[in-house]
């Protein structure tokens, strides 16, 4: 009896020795999940993007979606057509030349060319990348350096900010100011940079500044003066540039647009950025380029060839012939590049006037296809919304539009840092490249604003 309760006692303590063996390894396993398998740290508080928030809730169909920069009017019937013929030729469905397909780069270069006043070098001076977007990670990735500064503008494209940062840089903010006083009509270009402010910015790690002009979200085309006064202070501190120029063809009536590359002195220290998406209304094709000098672009071409590596074969050919075919036509009425700011330039004035008769407050845009609109009349009460306790009012508002108003628009927050946040959180971002029957729904929802 004593030896059969001895064998059991045994056995039980076995079992539970097990268990406890078997709890620590997994606890064990699991803590070096936790440890080893985490994020790197280039990507830490990276993770909230505004497009993946707005974008799935403004995915119901039955939400009118002026938020994300897309177009929903067709692209020119003879780029689809040169994309369907591409396709069927076998040797455009392979690799192509990794910095940019040869045909692309040199019409890019005759392009260029005749806007900068300047031979470029289709191979050397060029670079092909998936989208603004690649061409941005290859210039900060290729030329920014860990403990490095780069200036951005507020508002800003969103994706600035994370690309400084992952490639070990500090990103030093400083935000476009609107102009003292009342004015019947405000327009993007009230919105200005202080100098005295920006040369402040200014030092010994300042690896480069970045302008995006046409802004986007405000659409401010910066004048040869603002230019000027940015270009001074490169030449002075030895900075690059970053001249983000992908919606370059949309400019309105009464403005011009000025490439900061072409200043005195200035080509040699910047790399200008540009867009099929943008130029063709094509956005889903995602191609897009740097154009600078050799010492500088030849680093980009390191960082593509070790990363993606080339872009799509038969793209790259369409874009080329679109580019052609309009370089031909520059000056005149059919051109493309003129011919779909015009186009646009309707959509805006009908969208701002609509704006301004149900009470919102406009900012007309010199250029691109976004407007901002300051929301502060409304007056609406958002106290309510408790769970975004701690996001900035545009946040709120925009979310509480999509679900109570159907209508879609993007936060202006999202494009500037903690402490411009006051100053631009009771402004949304619409955009207006949208077919006619878009604009009559959006129309709709806000000429009922009250009744809705």
């Not at 006064?229 to 002075?236: E, R, T, Y």
Request: aromatic letters at 10%; charged letters at 20%; one cysteine or more.
């Amino acid at each position: 009896m004593n030896i059969a309760r001895h064998v059991l006692n045994c056995t039980k303590f076995a079992r539970h020795s097990a268990n406890i063996n078997c709890t620590r390894k997994f606890y064990t396993s699991q803590h070096l999940k936790m440890s080893r398998h985490t994020h790197s740290k280039r990507i830490a508080g990276l993770d909230k993007n505004v497009w993946v928030a707005f974008t799935s809730l403004a995915a119901d169909p039955s939400v009118v979606n002026l938020g994300q920069g897309f177009p929903d009017i067709p692209p020119p019937f003879y780029v689809k057509e040169a994309l369907a013929k591409a396709a069927c030729v076998d040797r455009m469905n392979q690799y192509t030349r990794g910095f940019g397909h040869p045909s692309l780069v040199k019409a890019l270069s005759q392009v260029y060319g005749k806007v900068c006043e300047r031979q470029i070098d289709p191979l050397k001076e060029i670079l092909v990348t998936v989208g603004g977007y690649g061409s941005l990670f290859s210039t900060m990735q290729g030329l920014v350096e860990e403990g490095d500064e780069v200036i951005i503008i507020e508002p800003f494209f969103d994706c600035y900010v994370p690309m400084v940062r992952m490639a070990g840089a500090k990103p030093v903010l400083i935000p476009l100011r609107l102009k003292p006083g009342k004015r019947q009509t405000i327009t993007s270009a009230d919105w200005f940079l202080d100098p005295d402010e920006l040369s402040s910015k200014f030092n010994s790690k300042t690896k480069a500044i970045i302008i995006n002009t046409p802004n986007n979200p405000i659409g401010k085309v910066f004048t040869r003066d603002e230019l000027q006064v940015i270009a001074d202070l490169c030449i002075k501190h030895d900075t690059l540039c970053f001249s983000d120029e992908v919606y370059e063809w949309l400019i309105y009536r009464g403005h011009h647009h000025i490439k900061i590359a072409t200043l005195p002195g200035m080509w040699d220290r910047t790399i200008t950025i540009g867009s099929a998406g943008k130029t063709f209304s094509v956005t889903g094709w995602k191609l897009g380029w740097s154009v600078g000098p050799e010492h500088l672009i030849k680093h980009l071409q390191t960082v593509m060839q070790n990363t993606l590596y080339t872009c799509p074969t038969p793209l790259q050919a369409t874009v080329a012939q679109g580019l052609l075919l309009n370089f031909e036509l520059m000056g005149q009425p059919e051109c493309y590049f003129s011919s779909l700011a015009e186009e646009l330039e309707g959509k805006r004035d009908r969208m701002a006037a609509i704006l301004q008769e149900v009470g919102m407050t406009p900012v007309i845009p010199e250029g691109g296809y976004f407007m901002l609109v300051d929301v502060t009349s409304l007056n609406q009460d958002l106290s309510h919304m408790v769970d975004d306790d701690d996001a900035a009012y545009d946040y709120k508002f925009v979310k509480w539009m999509i679900k109570e108003k159907k209508l879609a628009a993007i936060p202006v927050t999202a494009f500037v840092g903690d402490e411009s946040k006051k100053q631009f959180e009771k402004y949304i971002r619409l955009c207006f490249i949208k077919q006619d029957s878009t604009l009559d729904a959006a129309e709709a929802i806000l000429k009922n604003w009250s009744k809705i």
